[in-house]
Structure formats: structure tokens, C-alpha cells
């Protein structure tokens, strides 16, 4: 025992520093409003080799960086679903293509007039194609939009990334001049992808949701979470013998478990390992910051760190608008994609070992590489307000407009949309965003047969619903000439019902500048969101987050006999008060006051097992149950038959069913007379 005790573990060490200097460093810049990932960032740059060198075991710490990794992808994937993932497949493919090989080609052309001959500018290229899939995508899921056109699009772009790194290495040795039999690996590789898809599908749809129900039976939460890592891990671990990456793998994972009805509870025990390890991954980033070599080339690191800012950006843009998004879509899709990402750095590891790139240029490329994702946090934090101000931009718009044109055919264009709007529709109602609210209010308003007109920006979404007869039509509701193409001055209704709180207000903005009788509705996920938006002009807000809990206790006042009227006008009172009692301190309002004149009541229902001669064999008139046991017969079931009609020759027998209302000490006392002890 004590010579296990003195055993020494380098990597237990520099666990406690990096989470205590972590923990220093976050609680700081917290006070500063800096996001955490820069803390963690900062906190690699002071431990790592290039700062104070307290940490030792570098590899250990990669160990967990990759675990980090791992995990975020998994959760991502059951976030996600197979479903989901088919319906982004051309933003995967064709957003995915224009980006990477955009890049490639931009810096390509960059890196040829600076010197570079053509094998290095391509491998260059392959390096500044690749954003990071971890910084990004936690943002996003952070910030809850991960459902959102932009988020989508975003995440699709990445898997291809993911992809695509996968050939760039094997390309690598080719541009060197030492590859040999390229295609047939290439080959092999696409095998390999497409036996491992074959075997997640499979999974999904089988393996997973079987043994998931298994586990879940034993009511054993150890087994549970351990099934849960090991289809994780296991998954990855294939890919990566596959030779795909393991983030690949660790999605598709999750993909497998979002299949299943078990997935919440998946997510739920694996996030916080899933933060912890991720944190891990953010001071390995920051470990690898030479701050020696960025103190004396700080100029050129700057200009190229703009450059390759602007760039990307405008090319991840550029891909939104191949994929028929509107302006401030694609702008958001551009500022979240503008860095270079992790997978580049184990690519240009590979360059160094052919001699594609010398180790000046491997430390240029690092450091402009980790600067790029310091800026990340920032850049997306502001991307809807520079988007905002992009998409308002006449320049901007015209250019956004003709790049569309080429490559994005309208299901309908807006001329056609305001000829139908001016000509058949009054009265009607405007439905802005078509996601699970959008189409839950037309297929209300169909039912009731009031007109609707749908507005969208999503193209696949527009073509799925037009097929099916929907009125819907391609636009960006912010902008007015798209509201009165929809008819908005003879509308009665506007329902806006999209995840973008920004897009939210300034629709709000643009629907009272044109209209102020119009009645608006406005669907919003948090409560703090409510007030800005009646301050803009929506006449009502309704807030994802209340209303569940609002629908949760009428539920509940209903189990405590509240008659319907006190409920309703309960619940009225607290959306006229923009839900003030759910968000503070509650304060006693003699108009809220419900439950306090009525007693502890519910009901049960029993078997009676045993004869009692005061509540078997006899009418209950005789038996006066109601008076000796403080509850009262509501039904009873007798062969199968149930009866309601409770009167006073109402006779219980041996073997009945009875169902009893009372207070739940009175009724425990009446189940103990007739079961049998």
C-alpha cells in the first residue's frame, strides 16, 4: 500500500494546474465580460511550453484535448438526428464544396504571387479551408441555435470539412511527389465510409434502441451512462481505424442515440463530462502559441490574420448564397467560419514531413491559426448586428441578389407573390418562419378555413411545402417591399415565428412602419425578449419557456378540483402581466389566491379485498361511508362494467372496484378497512 501510495502520475499534476489556473483566469476575465474559451485559450499560452512551462506532460493533456472533442461532437449528434441530417445533405455537399474549394483556391492563387510553387499554395490551401469544428459549434450550441438556418448550414459545412480532411492527407504525399496508387485509397476510403454509414443506420433503426431498452429495465443509472460512453468511444475508435477522423465517427455516434427515445437522458449524463474534457481541449489549443515568434513578427502576423479573416468570410458567405439563403443568413453563416480549425493543425504536421512547408511557415500559419480562434467568440457574439447592418446595405444586397439568381432557382419569385397577395388575399393571416410553429398555425388556420400566406428563407423547405400546396414563398420578412408583397396592409394577423431574436424585432420594427392596426404575434424562446418586442410594437409575445411552465400548472391546478373559470382567469392574469410572477420574487395577490379555501383532495381507486360490514353488502345510504369515512363513492367497476351513477341503493360488493375521493389521510384510512393487511 505504501509503495502504490508514492507512485508518481505526471498527468495528476498537471490536471490540478490547469484546472485551478483555469478556474483563476475564467473568474477574471468573467468580471471582464471575456467569453470563457479565451480564459481557457490564455490558460494554455501561461501553463504551455511557451509560457511558464508548468505543465509537463503535454501528450496527456492532447489525450484529454481529444476526448473533449469526442464528446462535443457526440452531443451535437444526438442534438441532431438521421433525419435531420438528410434533409442538410446539400448544404453538406454543395455549401461544403464551395467553401473548401473556394479557399483552396484563394489562398492558391495568394500563395503562388508570394512565392510558394504550386504544390505548397495547394497544400496551403487545404490548410486555410478548414474552420474549427470544436470552437464553433459549441458556440452555436451554446447559444441555442443549432436548429436555426444559419446553424444548420453552418454545422453542414463542418461535417464536409470533417470529410474532406480525410483525402487532403492522402493527397498530401502526392503533392510532395511520393504518393503512390492515390485513387485506389481514395477508393478504399469511400468504401470504408460507406460501410460505416451502413452500420450506423443499421444501429439506429435496430441495435441501439434494443439494447438501450434492455439497460433502461434494470433501472441501473451506472449502466446506463457506461452503454452511453462506449457507443461514444466505440464508434469513433472505428472511424478512426477506418481512417476517417474520430470527431466523424463521435457524431455519427450521436446520430445513433438521437434515434432512440432514450437520447435526453444520454445527453443529460454525458454533458458534464463533455464540458469538463472539452475545456482540456481549448488549453491544448492555447499550449501550442509561440508568444516569442508572434512578439517579433507581430505586423505580418496581423495582416495575414486579417486576411485570412476577411477572406473565409467571404467565401463561407458566398456559400450561403449558393444555397439560396438571403443576405443576413449568409452573413452569419461567413462570420462564424472565418478561422482556421484543429484538423489543420494535424495536416500541416503531415506537410511538415514531406517538406511541403518549412517550419517558418508552420509558425506563421500557427499563430494566425490560434489568433483567428481567439477572435471567434467576439466575431459571432456580433455577427447578427453585422449581418443586420450587411443585409441593409444596398450594394450588399444587389451583390447577395444576382449570386443567388445564378445558382438558386425561386420556387416563386416576390412579383409573383405581391400580385397574389394584392389581388386574392385580405384579411389574412402572415405567417413569418415555417419550422414546427409556423406550420402548427397553418394547419389551424386551414382547419378554420382562414386565409394564410407563408414566409420563408429556408429553399428546401420552400420547395417541400410548395409541392404540397402550401402558400409559401422565398423572402426576408426584415425587409418592407417582401411584407407588402405578402399583402401585410390588408392582413389581420402577423404570427412571426423564427428562431432569430434580432430578425425578430426588426420585422416587428418594419410591420408597425407599415401598419399600425395589424395585429402581431410574436413567438419568442426566453421571457427577456418579451418587453422589447411589446416596447417595438408586438401586441402579443409568447415565450416558449413560460408557456410550457404555464400549461404545467394548469395541469396540476386541475388535479386540485380548481374550477375551470378560476384557472383561465388565473392564467390571464399572468400573461397580462408579461409573466412577472414567473420571473422574480412573488409577491401575494388577492386575485392569484385559488387553492387556499379548498381542502387537500384527490381520488383513488381500490379493490376491495376483504367484506366490512360498514362498506360491503349494504346501500350506502345505510353505510353513510361518506360520513364515518370522510370520503365519497364516485364509481365502481363490476365485471368489467364501470358505473358513475353513484345514488343512495348503490350497494359495494366483494371484488368491486371503487373509486373514492377525499383527503389522502382519510381515503389511506379507507383502503386499510377493506384490503387485506
Not at 108 to 114: E, F, G, K, V, W
Request: aromatic share 10%.
Amino acid at each position: 500500500m505504501i509503495l502504490a501510495a508514492s507512485v508518481d502520475i505526471p498527468i495528476l499534476s498537471d490536471i490540478v494546474i490547469i484546472l485551478g489556473l483555469s478556474i483563476f483566469v475564467i473568474l477574471l476575465f468573467r468580471k471582464l465580460k471575456i467569453p470563457p474559451i479565451i480564459g481557457f485559450l490564455i490558460t494554455g499560452i501561461i501553463a504551455g511550453p511557451y509560457g511558464f512551462q508548468l505543465i509537463d506532460a503535454t501528450e496527456g493533456v492532447k489525450v484529454f484535448a481529444e476526448i473533449g472533442v469526442i464528446l462535443l461532437l457526440f452531443i451535437i449528434g444526438i442534438e441532431f438526428s438521421i433525419k435531420s441530417l438528410i434533409s442538410i445533405k446539400k448544404a453538406v455537399f454543395l455549401g461544403g464544396s464551395v467553401q473548401v474549394i473556394g479557399t483552396i483556391l484563394l489562398v492558391s492563387l495568394i500563395a503562388l504571387n508570394t512565392g510558394f510553387d504550386l504544390n505548397a499554395a495547394i497544400f496551403l490551401g487545404f490548410l486555410f479551408s478548414l474552420s474549427s469544428t470544436a470552437i464553433v459549434l459549441k458556440l452555436i450550441q451554446d447559444k441555442g441555435e443549432t436548429t436555426t438556418p444559419h446553424g444548420k448550414t453552418i454545422l453542414a459545412i463542418l461535417i464536409f470539412q470533417d470529410i474532406i480532411v480525410v483525402p487532403m492527407m492522402l493527397f498530401t504525399p502526392l503533392l510532395a511527389g511520393q504518393g503512390e496508387n492515390i485513387w485506389t485509397e481514395i477508393l478504399m476510403m469511400l468504401l470504408k465510409a460507406a460501410l460505416l454509414i451502413a452500420f450506423v443506420l443499421v444501429s439506429a433503426r435496430y441495435i441501439v434502441p434494443w439494447l438501450f431498452y434492455q439497460i433502461a429495465k434494470t433501472k441501473s443509472k451506472e449502466l446506463f451512462i457506461l452503454v452511453i460512453v462506449l457507443i461514444c468511444f466505440s464508434i469513433a475508435w472505428l472511424s478512426s481505424s477506418l481512417g476517417l477522423s474520430l470527431a466523424l465517427g463521435a457524431f455519427l455516434a450521436g446520430l445513433i442515440v438521437s434515434e432512440s427515445e432514450y437520447s435526453h437522458q444520454a445527453a443529460s449524463n454525458i454533458l458534464p463530462f463533455h464540458e469538463l474534457f472539452t475545456s482540456f481541449f481549448f488549453v491544448s489549443i492555447g499550449m501550442l502559441l509561440d508568444i516569442f515568434f508572434v512578439a517579433d513578427h507581430f505586423l505580418i502576423i496581423l495582416g495575414l490574420m486579417v486576411a485570412t479573416m476577411v477572406a473565409k468570410t467571404i467565401i463561407a458567405t458566398f456559400s450561403g448564397a449558393v444555397l439560396g439563403y438571403p443576405g443576413r443568413t449568409s452573413y452569419r453563416i461567413g462570420f462564424s467560419l472565418f478561422q482556421v480549425g484543429e484538423f489543420a493543425f494535424i495536416l500541416s504536421t503531415v506537410g511538415i514531413t514531406y517538406g511541403l512547408i518549412s517550419d517558418l511557415t508552420y509558425q506563421y500559419f500557427l499563430s494566425v491559426s490560434l489568433f483567428t480562434m481567439g477572435f471567434t467568440p467576439y466575431i459571432i457574439s456580433i455577427s447578427p448586428k453585422l449581418a443586420d447592418f450587411l443585409s441593409s446595405n444596398k450594394l450588399a444586397t444587389t451583390i447577395g441578389s444576382h449570386t443567388q439568381k445564378m445558382f438558386f432557382s425561386f420556387p416563386e419569385n416576390v412579383e409573383e407573390s405581391e400580385e397574389l397577395a394584392d389581388e386574392e388575399l385580405e384579411n389574412h393571416i402572415i405567417i413569418i418562419g415555417f419550422g414546427l410553429n409556423g406550420q402548427n398555425v397553418a394547419k389551424a388556420a386551414k382547419s378554420a378555413g382562414i386565409p394564410y400566406v407563408i414566409c420563408e428563407m429556408n429553399p428546401d423547405t420552400i420547395k417541400k411545402y410548395k409541392a404540397l400546396g402550401e402558400p409559401i414563398h422565398f423572402g426576408d420578412a426584415i425587409q418592407a417591399e417582401v411584407l407588402k408583397s405578402l399583402g401585410v396592409h390588408k392582413a389581420k394577423v402577423v404570427v412571426i415565428a423564427i428562431s432569430d431574436p434580432l430578425a425578430t424585432k426588426r420585422i416587428v420594427t418594419q410591420i408597425r412602419v407599415i401598419s399600425n392596426t395589424i395585429h402581431v404575434i410574436v413567438r419568442t424562446r426566453f421571457i427577456t425578449e418579451t418587453e422589447e418586442n411589446l416596447r417595438l410594437g408586438a401586441d402579443e409575445v409568447i415565450p416558449e419557456e413560460f408557456e410550457t411552465s404555464v400549461e404545467i400548472f394548469t395541469r396540476v391546478l386541475n388535479q386540485y378540483f380548481i374550477p375551470q373559470k378560476r384557472i383561465k382567469e388565473f392564467v390571464r392574469n399572468i400573461r397580462a402581466d408579461n409573466y412577472e410572477m414567473l420571473r422574480g420574487v412573488i409577491k401575494r395577490n388577492p386575485m392569484m389566491k385559488l387553492t387556499e379555501e379548498f381542502p387537500n383532495l384527490t381520488t383513488a381507486c381500490y379493490e376491495i379485498e376483504r367484506e366490512n360490514s360498514q362498506i360491503t353488502g349494504k346501500p350506502i345510504a345505510e353505510t353513510n361511508i361518506r360520513h364515518n369515512f370522510g370520503v365519497t363513492v364516485i364509481g365502481i367497476k363490476r365485471d368489467g362494467e364501470l358505473n358513475t351513477q353513484i345514488g343512495p341503493e348503490t350497494t359495494p360488493i366483494l371484488g368491486d372496484v371503487i373509486f373514492v375521493f377525499g383527503k389522502p389521510e382519510d381515503l389511506e384510512h379507507f383502503y386499510e378497512k377493506i384490503s387485506i393487511q
